[in-house]
């Protein structure tokens, strides 16, 4: 096994591989800081501690990285593992660095436990945007890969647990940042721990195959390659190689195959110069082998939401073997295989600084990708761009997605309406907090409730950050706390009612109440006091009601004294008189055209049922409350056959005055066989009898009619005697009524 100095020597020499402007006196003090400060902590194999930032330095050299990025890998387990600082590492290194070092270990100190499937997308989305710097992602993931690398050491519930989270997050996030070759290898390694009968299964199976099919594989492999070197294709690579396990397994689990069913277990790569060869290069294969139809792909014109490029075609060679051709150039293979970190790179050459416009040219790639998975991705990827956002987890191990600033109010809230409800303190990672703490990526919020818990209080509208934990608050004070609510009201309103001279006997009476409520719109008074309380009704607004209402009421109340006298004095004279000779009436002023007998200042209506005009021979009702309302003698409602007993004394005498002049609105109820054009001559005819229309609605019946239901103003009987002919003579128009009852 190498000793640390080889290992540290092999690093070098990579980085020294790719980098000639590395800075290689920081890069080894890095690795010597971390020596140090792990000091003789050992790895579970019995390995000083240094070998695994070594490896995952290594892992990053291969992915070609900064020297910053070598750097903060050597130092990824100082803050975490030992007494080294941030303060220290941004000292002796840089600030940058130490940032990055600060991410990794805040990526590592994330705890998950076992999730469903929609938890994962948003631990994904966490992880990323927590990855303030895309740096701090890559070193994570070279990490994660080393510690599977090595995972045979760990117990089997660690084995189990670890493959399951880099199975369900880090190889979806390699896979996302178009790290294949990263992504496959922590799939397999993942699978091997998952299932390892599996696992074995085909590894073995692939083993025998590579072996049974090698010299097929070597044959392959020089057809391919003389025949470019005689077309005169120049640095051209090919090479062969068995599908990794993981692919394999998927198939044979989504597709419900065997092993023997599934199609290619071989690939072969071509890499070439540029993309003009890339296609030279298909036209060759497909020359030297049959091509089977519809396999063939083109993502070098449609490139993967990854970014992914490159031909692939599965052609049937020697024996009946198929197997699968990817062409593509080398750059297109550097990002096939590294993704996003040879994005990073190339970008780097140009922009000394990084920063700000790294990500604005990661984002620019991420916005060229246009499927919904890629959408996602996208979402996933606009690290920056998750300034608005904030995931935190529940104590189970939920992540709960939030608006950034949120609280922990926010949080139980989000959760449930009772849980906020009943809050009565907050944890964050295991520590008491205010509910007006402002949550973290990766917290571990808890919330305390009880069941004695006063509720919200009014502050925490203010507090909250989410429309949902604001809206849900308010619910809680319009509906739990009715009590207070009422309390606070009925105060407000009493002062109200006291400062418009008014006073609580005058409106609770049963006879006043039930009008006075039906005024203000409530149903009892409390409800009133609440609606006040709560925010939505005001005192004032309900007192002016409520003043206008008694006027009106006292009005009434004296036009139905004044009629009782009246009747009372008629019956008298009626009774003096010796004979039923009805006393001449006393003409008085009239209201709204009409004259009351024997009252003046009468308050008065026009019934709805029959709408009467001037002409028609009408007679009036005393209401309780409402004064006189006026019917058409033939309305139904007045017909003296179907009055009470008791009613009988309110029926009076009323006339039209001589000093009309308003108009007055009436209903008529055209009944027509339906026709095109009928509504167009119904308004004709009104509009030149020059009455006002306030309404029209038609009613189709199924057999054909239609009922036009029309309110009109007229000045009076003979004018609407004169529409109504007109409309008679209407064509198809069958009766004309004036509705009653
Ligand atoms: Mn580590």
């Avoid at 670890?162 to 993942?190: C, N």
Wanted: aromatic share 8%; proline share 3%.
């Amino acid at each position: 096994m190498a000793t640390v100095e080889e290992r540290y020597e092999h690093l070098e020499k990579t980085i020294r591989g790719y980098n000639i402007s590395a800075d290689l006196s920081q890069i080894r003090a890095a690795y010597e800081y971390a020596r140090e400060h792990h000091g003789n902590q050992l790895r579970r194999d019995g390995t000083p501690y240094i070998t695994h930032p070594l490896q995952v330095a290594q892992i990053v050299a291969e992915m070609r990285l900064d020297s910053e990025s070598i750097i903060a890998a050597l130092l990824h387990d100082c803050i975490e593992d030992t007494d080294s600082t941030y303060d220290d590492i941004a000292k002796r290194f840089s600030p940058t660095i130490a940032d990055i070092v600060d991410g990794v270990t805040k990526l590592t100190r994330v705890k998950y436990s076992t999730m469903e499937e929609e938890q994962m997308e948003n631990l994904r989305k966490m992880l990323l945007a927590m990855s303030k710097d895309i740096r701090v992602i890559l070193i994570k993931i070279a990490d994660r890969l080393h510690n599977m690398r090595t995972m045979e050491y760990q117990t089997p519930e660690k084995q189990k647990k670890k493959a399951f989270e880099t199975m369900e997050i880090y190889a979806p996030i390699a896979h996302r940042l178009g790290m294949q070759k990263v992504k496959w290898e922590l799939e397999d390694l993942s699978l091997k721990y998952l299932d390892p009968v599996g696992y074995d299964d085909i590894v073995k199976k692939l083993d025998e195959a590579s072996r049974e099919h090698g010299a097929f594989m070597t044959t392959v492999q020089e057809q391919i390659t003389q025949r470019l070197t005689e077309m005169g294709i120049q640095n051209t690579t090919v090479y062969g190689r068995v599908k990794h396990p993981y692919s394999i397994y998927r198939k044979m689990y989504t597709q419900d195959k065997t092993m023997d069913e599934v199609y290619d277990l071989f690939a072969f790569r071509v890499l070439v110069d540029t993309v003009a060869d890339c296609y030279n290069v298909l036209g060759v294969v497909h020359d030297l082998y049959k091509p089977i139809l519809g396999r063939f792909k083109d993502y070098i014109a449609t490139p993967k939401p990854n970014m992914y490029q490159s031909l692939h075609t599965t052609v049937i060679g020697e024996a009946g073997i198929p197997f699968e051709v990817q062409i593509r150039t080398y750059d297109m293979h550097a990002i096939a295989e590294y993704g996003v970190a040879a994005h990073w790179k190339y970008k780097q050459g140009i922009n000394k600084e990084g920063g700000e416009q790294t990500y604005e040219w990661i984002r620019r790639l991420l916005e060229n990708q246009e499927d919904a998975d890629a959408e996602d991705f996208i979402h996933s990827l606009k690290i920056d761009m998750f300034a608005d956002e904030v995931f935190v987890f529940t104590p189970r191990g939920d992540v709960i997605n939030l608006p950034a600033g949120a609280t922990p109010i926010d949080f139980a809230y989000s959760i449930h309406s009772a849980m906020g409800n009943t809050m009565v303190g907050a944890k964050v990672n295991g520590r008491m907090v205010g509910f007006d703490y402002v949550l973290h990526n990766g917290d571990i919020v808890e919330i305390n409730t009880s069941k004695s818990a006063h509720g919200p209080s009014r502050d925490w509208v203010k507090i909250a950050k989410s429309s949902e934990a604001r809206s849900k608050i308010r619910q809680w004070f319009k509906k739990e706390r009715k009590e207070e609510n009422i309390a606070q009201g009925r105060s407000s309103f009493e002062s109200e009612l006291k400062h418009a001279g008014l006073n609580m006997n005058q409106i609770t009476p049963p006879d006043v109440l039930p009008a006075i409520l039906k005024r203000v719109g409530f149903q009892s008074l409390d409800e009133m006091y609440a609606a006040i309380g709560y925010g939505g009704y005001t005192a004032l607004k309900a007192v002016n009601r409520i003043r206008d209402e008694l006027i009106h009421m006292s009005k009434a109340a004296a036009v139905e004294k004044a009629a009782a006298e009246a009747a009372a004095a008629a019956a008298r004279a009626a009774k003096e008189a010796g004979e039923a000779r009805s006393a001449a009436p006393k003409r008085v002023k009239s209201e709204k055209g009409i004259v009351v007998e024997g009252l003046s200042n009468c308050l008065v209506k026009f019934s709805k049922c029959c709408t009467p005009v001037p002409g028609d021979e009408i007679v009036g009702f005393i209401t309780r409350g409402y004064g006189v309302s006026v019917h058409r003698k033939d309305c139904p409602n007045a017909d003296p056959g179907r009055r009470s007993a008791g009613e009988e004394g309110r029926w009076i005498k009323v006339s039209w005055g001589e000093d009309i002049n308003e108009s007055y609105a009436t209903s008529l109820e055209v009944v027509c066989k339906d026709r095109p054009n009928l509504l167009v001559d119904i308004s004709t005819v009104l509009s030149t009898c020059k009455v006002n229309v306030s309404s029209l609605n038609v009613h189709s019946t199924a057999d054909g009619f239609a009922i036009f239901y029309i309110t009109i103003n007229v000045t009076d009987a003979r004018q609407l005697e004169q529409v109504m002919r007109k409309l008679h003579q209407i064509s198809s128009v069958m009766k004309v009524n004036r509705p009653a009852g």
